[in-house]
């Protein structure tokens, strides 16, 4: 089938499904634009306008396909029931144009599928907060973040600042060039995030600034196209060198805020790859490199393999004080009050030059103290398997 895409930035839509409540250590980039989260009274009504998107099936192929289903395969950010609401709301025209297309409507050979998103609501109002950000990389359709622990990355639940995108917001209020976040996601107080961090994970995160950026990331994210790595110190020694997790990943039913590993249809499919940096005496320093992006599924799959992350005490781990590094020399003081996770490396293909980009965060001052205490106090075993550096 032949593909023609035309996106212009005013009319690219993406979001995220996470549950509101609950933060994700991994991207959400794979989620998908819902019915709820789309500005339906402003969708486009003039389909004389160039279309966001054109596709083309091949003249002579046989085609049962309903075109709901095509699209939803072709749309890969939006869910099947904001498509069907797209094709009802006469954003979908096949043919001649004169004629808008039903859900279930049976494609043939040489039809031609115009698909017209609706325009952006524009931003909810977004406070700009004084808060101090570590930029990596920034040009005109994104920006690398270092995210400290403690930032939540946008707001909910009726927190409306202190949060990465009031910081950005800040950050681009003072910008001579006029920049700002892009308008996905806006309705839901999270313009310009195509994946987030747990407030208390740090690391390197992407943050689109223009609409044709984030649908570029969007889609890449939920191919698996953006490679993702993070360390974490764990407790007690990992034996094998490299591993392979894969736990399929549900809601523990007993705790809502906690994920567990879960068989059968409540669990969804996740795989993290585990590489031993250094080894000390009680703890380890691992590598992990996600191939999905379930909610906590990081700190999941380490307490699974019976190794939970140092401070990350809602699974299993313990907060890390300076006794526990500084044998005979320590005061007692916590140095760890938080999971010892950081996003280090982040690679993908840049939105809109496309060509491959590569972003490496520099951990924070307690990870780096913690990993300082521990290759002072213990004989370091190190491995060659790690392709980032601390």
Partial sequence: MKQQQRLPSDALRAGNDEEEEMDSDEDVGSSQLRETDIDWKGRREDTESPPSLVLEIEKG?????????????????????????????????????????KPAAKLRGGDVICVYFPPPPGCKDI??????????????????????PGLTVHPWQGVSSGTLVNALAFHFQ?????????SVGATNSRPGIVHRLDRFT???????????????????????????????VVHGRVNKDEQLIDAPIGRDVKVRERMCVREGKAGKQAKTICRVRERYKDFTLVELQLLTGRTHQIRVHLSHIGHSIAGDTTYGGKVIHDTDVERGRGEGKPILVRQALHATCLSFEHPITREMAKF??????????????????????????????V
């Fill in 360 to 389: 490496t965060a520099p951990l924070f001052e307690d990870m780096k103290r913690l990993i300082r205490g521990l290759r002072n106090d213990d004989v370091v075993q190190r491995t060659t398997l790690s392709s980032c550096i």
């Fill in 174 to 182: 003072r910008s001579k060039e006029g920049d700002s976040l892009s």
């Fill in 61 to 101: 192929q046989v085609s049962t396909q309903r075109l709901d289903q095509y699209l939803a395969e072709k749309i890969t950010f939006m869910s099947r029931s904001a498509i069907q609401r797209l094709i009802k709301e006469g954003c979908v025209v096949v043919a001649d144009g004169k004629k808008a297309a």
């Fill in 202 to 232: 740090s690391g390197v995160m992407v943050v689109a600034k223009s609409d044709l950026a984030h649908w570029r990331l969007a889609e890449n994210f939920a191919q698996r196209k953006v490679d993702k790595r993070y360390l974490a």
């Fill in 127 to 148: 406070e700009p907060n004084d808060i101090p950000i570590h930029i990596l990389h920034e040009d005109d359709s994104i920006v690398l973040v270092n995210k400290q």
